[in-house]
């Protein structure tokens, strides 16, 4: 489709998805850099097993950050011992959380691809668990959605630099139609580490 609309000479700025055809261009949040910066931060507070909440297989946010939760654990020297894949909601995080969690299993650290899944995992610790965080478990997440600064929660988060993709994507789109024939580019913006409770090991 995208070489389609580049045929017919149809400017087209992908938002927050990396383009697959060198022909695109794109504008998103460098969410494999995003997960690296939080991962160094606290892997010095890990000592334990490391599981991941991903989103479907195929989504491709998902698995852009899993990439980068991939590549940083082998860096940082650290070990994932199960990755559960959900439905991004707070339902599928509390689907996960049983089943990281059931038969005593003792876990570390919780990296989910997103916010909704972590509040999920973080209220199954607290409320069927009887977990403390960020004593027993910490949980990232990723988005810094308004809840996550909640005092319930103190999600540790990656924060998306919105509007300042939206307007990169704007002035790319008009760089496209002042030279249609320039060849396809991606920007990438970086976010913004929340450090709050729920990784607040002392």
């Not at 938002?15 to 969410?31: E, G, L, M, T, Y």
Request: charged share 25%; glycine share 8%; net charge negative.
């Amino acid at each position: 489709m995208l070489d389609a609309y580049r045929d017919a000479r149809v400017p087209v700025v992908m938002f927050n998805r990396q383009a697959q055809s060198p022909k695109a261009s794109a504008v998103a949040c460098d969410h494999e850099g995003g997960v690296e910066v939080l991962l160094e931060r606290v892997a010095p507070l890990v000592h334990g097993r490391l599981a991941v909440l991903a989103g479907p297989e195929g989504a491709p946010v998902s698995e852009a950050r899993l990439r980068g939760i991939y590549s940083s654990v082998e860096r940082l020297g650290l070990t994932i011992d199960r990755v559960v894949h959900e439905d991004c909601s707070f339902d599928g995080g509390r689907r996960a959380a049983n089943d990281l969690l059931a038969g005593g299993s003792a876990l570390d650290l919780v990296v989910c691809v997103n916010d909704a899944m972590a509040l999920g995992i973080l209220d199954t610790c607290r409320f069927d668990f009887g977990l403390t965080v960020p004593e027993d478990l910490m949980v990232t997440g990723f988005d810094d959605i308004p809840q996550a600064a909640w005092p319930s929660y103190g999600l540790t988060s990656l924060r998306q630099p919105v509007r300042r993709m939206a307007a990169s994507a704007v002035r790319l789109l008009g760089e496209m139609i002042d030279s249609p024939d320039a060849d396809g580019e991606t920007r990438l913006l970086s976010a913004e580490l929340k450090l709050r409770n729920s990784t607040d090991r002392h």
